[in-house]
């Protein structure tokens, strides 16, 4: 929420919704739209992080010898694995910031006209040995010893591999011909992200409208904000199949007489939709379980049961066996960008896909990546950063999407939907 901005919210008190015999489900008109992949915590981290090397301009005919004789001086704890970046390169083929700097014009090696061609060497960080080091091993080569002394010079170059082909077109050119060998050294393989976008995006729309819609439910009902989500179990059909769906429920633990002040309470967190779907998952488990009882609604809480006509239609509606971990291998598809806790609950329940609309630049925990046009206008809060969905510290890694309509913002946010309802302080 906005600072400043105030929801009102009018008392009400909460009872699980019984299912009839005709049921009140709306229809849902998918909606049009494409899926942003997240870059992970890793790949925003790493960007741009250069280390100055030793480059040495010598004769090609010496190139080979020479390499040889370097490694075998140099000790291993004073190399560096540069796999992404060319070893040898052609004068021309130098990036241009470079090409001026090793051209006869510029050279202090005028005598190298008669030994022929040259090519630069990528040698090994600056800070691994001193330059004088350096010299004494070259001087020392016999491959070198008829030709005049090569010429040694400093550059930046990236000091991680590069995760896409446009990353390494821009690197080659402004740093050192660098080699994108289609993978991802800091979050998933390309072609993984992107099949699993193709899987993805025929029924996104019709998930994402379903989430709207949940959302709706309970905004109506006054239970909570208006968010919502949808599981899926991608595995029983090419459609899949909705295991269970939950909207916002933080203020429906309030007794009647006493509504909360949003602008200074935070409601029941532990009824975010994202962590009553996960209830109402488990609760839907014990009830397939004839060794186990569910809950009966005076037993249970917000979180458990469900609240609303398309909570109770999802809950009731028989479902394949559900995994044997609570949310193994689903696939989530969420209104608003998570917060933190309940990134923390997808992860902790093994979720396999994660597709979210809006994003909460206060409060969300999936983006890594910083923009400051995602908070409110002239709010100045660029998002927290985390990219907890693919965390090298964490024991489970899933995918993560943006969703953007057509007609939504730039950051997801839908035109005259959700972001006149709900803050960006509101933790969804």
Known sequence: MLEGECLQHEASGFQPHQPSSSCDVVEHTPRRGKLVPLKTYQEVQNVEQTVDVFIIELPARAANETLSHLRSSISSAEKHDFQHLRRFVKSDSLPPHLKPVSSPETSTRTEHDSDGPTLHLLLCPTSSIPLEYLQNILS????????????????????????????????????????????????????????????????????????????????????????????????????????????????????????????????????????????????????????????????????SLPLTPLESHFYTAPTAPLPTYLCLDLDVYVTHEPCVMCCMALLHSRVRRVVFGRRMARTGGLCAERDETVGGENDGHDGLGYGLFWRSELNWKFLAWQWVGEGDGGDGAEKGGLDDVVGDETHC
Request: net charge positive.
């Open 140 to 303: 020392s080569s016999s491959s070198l010893t008829s030709i005049s002394a090569p010429r040694i010079y400093k550059t930046p170059v990236p000091l991680h591999p590069p995760t896409s082909t446009a990353q390494a077109t821009r690197w080659s050119e402004s740093y050192w011909p660098t080699i994108y060998r289609n993978t991802n050294p800091f979050g998933p393989h390309p072609s993984i992200v992107s099949r699993a976008a193709e899987e993805l995006l025929p029924t996104a729309g019709q998930w994402m409208a379903l989430a709207r819609s949940v959302a709706g439910e309970v905004r109506e009902k006054q239970l909570g904000e208006r968010v919502g989500v949808v599981f899926v179990d991608p595995n029983q059909s090419p459609q899949g199949e909705v295991v269970t769906v939950a909207g916002d429920a933080r203020w429906a633990s309030f007794p009647t007489t006493a509504p909360p002040a949003p602008q200074t309470r935070g409601g029941n967190v532990m009824a975010h939709a994202i962590l009553r779907a996960i209830s109402l998952i488990a609760t839907k488990r014990l009830s397939l379980s004839s060794s186990t009882t569910p809950p009966s609604p005076s037993q249970s809480s917000t979180q």
